[in-house]
């Protein structure tokens, strides 16, 4: 599947299927609240993508559970729900291949991670991302936000002058708001370094910990 919004939006249904599987209403509005804080997210895109991922064989659906004997009038009107009605029933699930999938995603640090489209959605699995790709994706972001505030500053500077009060305040604004995500970057960014600088030293004393073989038989 392509990279792109296509891309961000399979990461973000193969790592909220990972978690547990979920029917289709569950799995938008799980979609939503993850893409939602990051950008717009068309619930016309989601069933395309799964049937995509369906036909990928990334995912597998379970059908509604059978409510009843065929012949009872429960089970008459379950089988006369419409396709829409059944299809929002399924539930969606992660199969072996699309774990596989979802790891291949994870490692993923390139220039589009860092991008405001898809920047959430791979922080969103941070937890299941390695410390490595993590500092990459990190250091990305925090190096593209700087070209931002570098080109909105000297965007300012040439035409404050000719701007009136409510479009300077909202350039500030903007300004101030791309420079709270670097400090907050610069934290995070900090606290995983911090955190390798531990793993390396706990796998050294282990190391050191290890008995050293008697030779004195031999």
């Known amino acids: 599947m392509a990279v792109g919004k296509?891309?961000?939006?399979?990461l973000a249904v193969l790592g909220s299927l990972h978690e547990t599987p979920l029917h289709g209403y569950e799995l938008r509005k799980r979609l939503n609240a993850l893409l939602g804080m990051f950008r717009a997210f068309s619930y016309g895109s989601l069933y395309p993508c799964l049937r995509q991922l369906l036909a990928d064989g990334l995912i597998a659906e379970e059908p509604p559970a059978e409510c009843g004997s065929g012949t009872s009038a429960q089970g008459a009107?379950?089988?006369?729900?419409?396709l829409t009605g059944r299809r929002s029933k399924i539930v969606y699930k992660l199969t072996a291949e699309g774990k596989e999938r979802l790891q291949e995603l994870l490692t993923q640090a390139g220039p589009s991670s860092w991008e405001d489209?898809?920047?959430?959605?791979?922080?969103?699995?941070?937890?299941?991302?390695?410390a490595e790709v993590r500092l990459r994706i990190l250091e990305g972001r925090r190096s593209r936000l700087e070209e931002r505030l570098d080109a909105v500053r000297t965007a300012l500077a040439r035409t404050a002058e000719r701007l009136d009060s409510y479009t300077l305040e909202l350039q500030?604004?903007?300004?101030?708001s791309v420079e709270r995500e670097v400090r907050w970057l610069n934290e995070l960014i900090?606290?995983?370094?911090?955190?390798?600088?531990?793993a390396r030293a706990d796998r050294a004393q282990a190391q050191d910990a290890e008995p050293v073989p008697d030779k004195t038989n031999e």
């Open 6 to 10: 296509g891309g961000v939006l399979e």
């Open 77 to 82: 009107r379950d089988t006369a729900l419409p």
């Open 117 to 130: 489209e898809s920047f959430g959605v791979h922080f969103a699995f941070f937890r299941h991302t390695e």
């Open 172 to 176: 500030r604004h903007g300004l101030e």
């Open 190 to 198: 900090d606290t995983e370094r911090a955190q390798a600088v531990r």
